[in-house]
């Protein structure tokens, strides 16, 4: 038996029997929270800066837009084993998958639908005033963090000044993530 495969028979056992080899389970879980995650906050952290957005996360969005090629974005879109953590839900793959594959289609549509992005050029990132804390509880998460929805790529053509709406970013500990490019039904 491959060792993915006898660790979740070990793990499916000791569940059946009550062992602590489950506790230990929820505990590795629990070590990868990050403290601005944490269940436990009575009130919010100070909520991150852009970081690294405008100066190299979002320009490799853009370019995956450019060019088509939603890989090149991945790591701008909240991580499966973070969206497990945060949501609340018995079963957040679908919920994960179906994410995912809007903000896939997202980045096939808006370079289907954006006209001369051969010559476009980045020019900013700029986050918008509609943010707030989002409580254990509310969108269906067992962990809080902080959103940012209605934020904007600004890129140029000639000397045309145009943007790209981002619909929703969660903080991830200190960094931020996109759940939602455009609105998701």
């Known amino acids: 038996m491959g060792g993915r495969a006898q660790l979740g028979r070990r793990v499916f056992l000791a569940a059946a029997l009550g062992s602590p080899l489950v506790l230990s389970a929820r505990a590795r879980a629990q070590d990868v929270i990050p403290d601005h995650n944490r269940a ?14 405008a100066t190299r996360r979002v ?28 949501k609340g839900v ?16 997202d980045i096939h549509a808006l370079h289907a639908s954006t006209a001369d992005l051969g010559s476009a050029t980045f020019t900013g990132f700029r986050f918008t005033r509609r943010r707030g804390w989002v409580v254990v509880g ?23 000044t145009r943007h790209i709406e981002v619909r929703t970013m ?9 759940t939602h490019l455009s609105e998701f039904h």
Do not use: C, K, M
């Not at 436990?40 to 957005?53: I, M, N, V, W, Y």
């Not at 509310?138 to 045309?160: C, K, M």
């Not at 969660?170 to 996109?178: K, L, Y």
């Open 90 to 105: 018995t079963h957040p793959d679908p919920l994960w998958e179906r994410l995912h594959g809007a903000f896939v289609a």
């Open 40 to 53: 436990s906050l009575s009130e919010a952290p100070p909520r991150p800066g852009p970081g690294d957005l």
């Open 59 to 86: 320009p490799i969005l853009f370019d995956a837009i450019v060019h088509d090629d939603p890989a090149r974005a991945e790591e701008l879109f909240l991580s499966r084993e973070a969206f497990r953590l945060v």
């Open 170 to 178: 969660i903080t991830w500990d200190d960094r931020w993530f996109i």
């Open 138 to 160: 509310e969108e269906a998460n067992r962990l809080p963090y902080w959103a940012q929805r209605h934020s904007f790529i600004d890129y140029r053509v000639g000397t045309e």
